[in-house]
């Protein structure tokens, strides 16, 4: 079923709805509030860090700000097909911007704590994994530029609704594989026993709820847009704003606490001062970081 089907298929207030529901104007409000307080912040951390690959973070939540600023227009409209194009293309490709900056992260984190525990170098989980979100990015845009324009054709907007699902399952593989990486470098240091700084923890454990909340934005979105644009979870608010809204402002929010500009300098900065030798007990090393 199409976007022409499913406006037909749902009214509000006998008027065709494009989204099957009238949006609900607090949900909009709070989204565009929390984004947009959360974005400033960013742009003052990652300017006084100077880490300047963290502006990823603030084009994922200008992204963010969009969709949300659609969603609200479309409470008062909730017919505008533009309006409705605008925060269905932005909100879902917007989350691909904060997976970037993990994947880096992650990178930085084995450089700190230890090449040796991991799979792949940490030039590669960048290489590899912000390759994998930017095709899934394009993948998504397109998708969704291809049903926007034969929506408003009124032609068959099934063919860019797939192309847009398989954007969200290719986001939803690479995620996969990068959590399956990171489980298996922490059981090798956990098997090694390396000693982690307690604020190696902190940020450790920062960027874990990150990855959780990317991860079930993901399965939610492909379990969604596989329902179809009539589907029952697309067409009931609550789902987007607890599987959608609720865990991505938790993720950008969880950046501005455990802000990498912070951390990561904290930890090359003692790395470089308080180098603690290895030391070998029982054939197990065993590292402070």
Known sequence: MNFTQLSTTHTHNSVSSWYGYQPSLGVGITGLTLFTLSTVVHVYQTCTSRMWWLFVLVLGGITEIIGYAARIYSWYDDTNLNAFLAQTVTLIIAPAFFSAALYVVFGQIINTVGRQYSILEPKWYIIVFVIADLISLIVQAVGGGQAAVATQTNGDASNGTHIMVAGICWQMFSMSVYVLLVIIYIFRIRKAKVELTGNMKIFASGMSIVTLMIFIRCIYRTVEL????????????????????????????????????????????????????????????????
């Open 226 to 289: 596989l329902g179809g644009w009539s589907g029952y979870i697309i067409t009931h608010e609550v789902y987007f704003a607890c599987l959608d809204g609720l865990p991505m402002i938790i993720a950008l929010i969880t950046f501005n606490i455990f802000h990498p500009g912070r951390y990561i300098k904290n930890f090359r900065r003692n790395n470089a001062i308080n180098t603690v030798p290895q030391a070998k007990t029982n054939g197990i090393a065993t590292e402070h970081v």
